[in-house]
């Protein structure tokens, strides 16, 4: 049983980190409240005891990084990340796996000790993310309170963004490089269709929320390969009736397939076409563009 294994003390890294060996004497790195204090070398430690988390080095750098990670960051910041990855986990109802949970760390640690330095996080793109996201994000915001009430640290909407592609690359097993180079394009789909239209939009609003839902979930097909059909059934009078709007689609739906290297039925042009017109309308510009 789990929690009938046993561990052997190599090196006490911290008070709530420990170098050590298992029976099969296979090196891990344990993390946990306390787990270290008033522990010395050769201690016996079972698997019951305050332990949180086990790290198993995939090799000889993995090892190095783990503990000057866990020797270099502030216990205080250890145990406050560690009880926001216990709401995580919670919040997702599923474990995190351990590669996942040591670049977790690793990547809040960082961002607190930047913020603690005075330097500001900056996420180009964050209204992306947040409306991408909405269900990661929540989760995200829970470590507000928690760096607030421990650490004494206000967590910035930017990193918040960051931490929010973390969650959904938890989830997705996508890299963050990714969904990075997803927000991008949402991004630049976005700028696009605020030039062309002579508009801005605001990025708070159920506009803008719906836009991006829109052009994510047509990325989405062409990456899964669901076409919408060969054409949109109103598409020869979508086009007298928007040529602009048309137009546009057409080209916004040149620049994914250009970005994705996938193929998008011409479908996708009509049903941009339908949501763009509405979009523009709502702005209520006296000389439509769209009309």
Do not use: W
Request: hydrophobic share 40%; net charge negative; glycine share 4%.
């Amino acid at each position: 049983m789990e929690s009938q294994k046993r561990y052997t003390a190599r090196k006490i890294i911290g008070n709530n980190a420990v170098l050590a060996v298992d029976d099969a004497e296979q090196e891990v790195i344990l993390l946990g409240k306390s787990i270290g204090y008033g522990r010395k070398k050769n201690d016996i430690i079972r698997h019951d005891e305050a332990i949180e988390r086990v790290f198993v080095p995939s090799s000889d750098s993995s090892r190095e990084a783990m503990l000057l990670l866990f020797a270099e960051t502030e216990e205080e910041v250890i145990r406050t990340i560690q009880e926001y990855i216990r709401h995580v986990e919670k919040a997702l109802n599923h474990p995190l796996s351990e590669e996942f949970a040591f670049s977790f760390i690793d990547h809040l640690s960082f961002a607190i000790k930047r913020l603690r330095q005075g330097i500001r996080i900056y996420n180009p793109f964050l209204h992306e993310v947040k409306s991408l996201y909405p269900a990661e994000y929540a989760i995200a915001e829970a470590i507000i309170p928690l760096a607030k009430q421990q650490l004494g640290l206000e967590i910035p909407e930017d990193e918040l963004g960051f931490i929010t592609l973390h969650l959904r690359s938890a989830q997705t097993n996508q890299t963050i490089a990714a969904m990075n180079r997803f927000s991008k394009l949402i991004a630049l789909l976005v700028e696009l269709i605020e030039k062309e239209l002579s508009i801005r939009i605001d990025k708070t609003s159920t506009d803008y929320a719906r836009l991006v839902t829109h052009l994510r979930f047509a990325i989405d097909r062409a990456e899964k390969g669901q076409g919408l059909g060969e054409n949109h059934p109103l598409s020869t009078l979508l086009q007298k009736e928007y040529p602009v709007c048309y137009n546009l689609s057409y080209k916004l739906v040149k620049i994914m397939q250009n970005e994705l290297k996938l193929q998008m039925p011409e479908a996708e042009v009509g049903y941009l076409t339908l949501h763009i017109q509405r979009l523009e309308s709502h702005f209520k510009i006296n000389t439509g563009p769209c009309d």
